[in-house]
């Protein structure tokens, strides 16, 4: 499908890198996604003001707790900041599903937690979410399922409390020496031979 096929499917991302269109206030880059133009759109937006695009985007900015900086250019912005505001911004487009990249790239300990509550309650609206990211405290405490990937093969799925002892996703991702210190202090997590 062709990208607007797809995010008129219902489907929406999230870039790693965190772009902006940063001659636009925050909630005008969600704007930008929240409207479908077409022509009959277009007179009714002539005629009446674009209000469901309006709320849209105060929803979004609701959501995430950010609607103080609406009028805000992402220049002023922290990365933090930045990253919720292109989870905003698809959230604004309707979407069904977010993919989400990398959200917590290059974010503190604290942003990332924040980061966490927010994509949790996206969830608990109903947007599902595809989160790709390396931060394994994030993705343990927000995920229902995982699947973990060494060198693109899949070496695990499941609940974060199973891949949180999965012997072949700590030697993975934390070496064979972890994995064995971990063996040997719970044999029935003893890595196969």
């Known amino acids: 499908m062709a990208a607007h096929e797809r995010a008129r499917a219902g489907l929406a991302r999230t870039w790693q890198s965190a772009d902006l269109f940063d001659e636009l206030t925050v909630a005008e880059n969600l704007a930008v996604t929240s409207g479908r133009p077409s022509l009959s759109r277009t007179i009714r937006e002539i005629a009446r003001g674009r209000t469901d695009v309006d ?6 900015l609701a959501l995430l707790e950010i609607e103080d900086l609406a009028k805000a250019l992402p220049d002023s912005l922290t990365l933090g900041q930045r990253k919720l505001v292109g989870v905003a911004r698809a959230l604004a487009s ?11 790239a290059g974010l503190d300990t604290a942003e990332s937690a924040r980061l966490g509550e927010h994509l949790r309650q996206v969830v608990e609206t109903g947007t599902a979410v595809l989160l790709v990211d390396h931060d394994m405290g994030l993705v343990l405490s927000i995920c229902d399922h995982v699947v973990v990937l060494d060198f693109g093969r899949v070496i695990a799925r499941g609940r974060p409390e199973e891949i949180r002892s999965n012997s072949g996703v700590i030697e993975a991702y934390l070496g064979r020496a972890a994995a064995q210190v971990i063996a040997e202090a719970d044999p029935s997590r003893r890595p196969p031979a």
């Open 94 to 104: 309707g979407a069904k599903a977010l993919c989400l990249d990398e959200p917590a």
């Open 55 to 60: 709320a849209r985007v105060g929803a979004a």
